[in-house]
T-cell receptor, first 112, second 115 residues
Framework: GDSVTQMEGPVTLSEEAFLTINCTYT??????LFWYVQYPGEGLQLLLK?????DKGSNKGFEATYRKETTSFHLEKGSVQVSDSAVYFC???????????FGTGTQLKVEL | EPEVTQTPSHQVTQMGQEVILRCVPI?????FYWYRQILGQKVEFLVS????????KSEIFDDQFSVERPDGSNFTLKIRSTKLEDSAMYFC?????????????FGPGTRLLVL
């Protein structure tokens, strides 16, 4: 079945550091890929998405590129802020299905 | 900006009781979903709903669960005879369409605690 694997957290960075959160997936066909963010005490918010190979999703300084050859969708940001502290979820939605399949989430903590 | 709302934000119930979790999806959306997140675990799909019927459900969504759209705005998840392991955060989501690239918009969740 479909699955998403994310790097284990928590990840602790200093402000202005470079962020990478790895995400790889297994799916039949050509899924759409998403990154959702969950701030403390809140629900899931879409951060960015990509719907086909080589697409780059970007938002709020975050970006991720859909790499079909490596089945990956790694999240990156050049300079993190304390306000980026949250849990980040990689997810996929396979063609023909309704559900999102999520990874386990990676907690990011950014310190001054 | 339109958003998905959920009530209540927190619910405490006794094992064996029935609970109804309520959601108001974004008004022009046609597809509705329930997910749950047990503390410390991944977000899991429960069910999707379109055109007044279930379009997909997971193996978690057994006879204990049911969904309903009782009017033009609400979307509910009923859990009959709750068990301890039903304690989780339950998220409602909605989307305009059912295609793979469609964004699902999530509500803030209802935290259910079964004692």
């Amino acid at each position: 079945g479909d699955s998403v694997t994310q790097m284990e957290g928590p990840v602790t960075l200093s402000e202005e550091a470079f962020l990478t959160i790895n995400c790889t997936y297994t799916a039949t066909g050509y899924p759409s890929l998403f990154w959702y963010v969950q701030y403390p005490g809140e629900g899931l918010q879409l951060l960015l998405k990509a719907t086909k190979a080589d697409d780059k999703g970007s938002n709020k300084g975050f970006e991720a590129t859909y790499r079909k050859e490596t089945t990956s969708f790694h999240l990156e940001k050049g300079s993190v802020q304390v306000s980026d502290s949250a849990v980040y979820f990689c997810a996929l939605r396979a063609g023909g299905g309704n559900k999102l399949t999520f990874g386990t989430g990676t907690q990011l903590k950014v310190e001054l | 900006e339109p958003e998905v709302t959920q009530t209540p934000s927190h619910q405490v119930t006794q094992m064996g009781q029935e609970v109804i979790l309520r959601c108001v999806p974004i008004s022009n959306h046609l597809y509705f979903y329930w997910y749950r997140q047990i503390l410390g675990q991944k977000v899991e799909f429960l069910v999707s709903f379109y055109n007044n019927e279930i379009s997909e459900k997971s193996e978690i969504f057994d006879d204990q669960f049911s969904v309903e759209r009782p009017d033009g705005s609400n979307f509910t998840l009923k859990i009959r005879s709750t068990k301890l392991e039903d304690s989780a955060m339950y998220f409602c989501a909605s989307s305009t369409g059912g295609a793979a690239g469609e964004t699902q918009y999530f509500g803030p969740g209802t935290r259910l605690l079964v004692l």
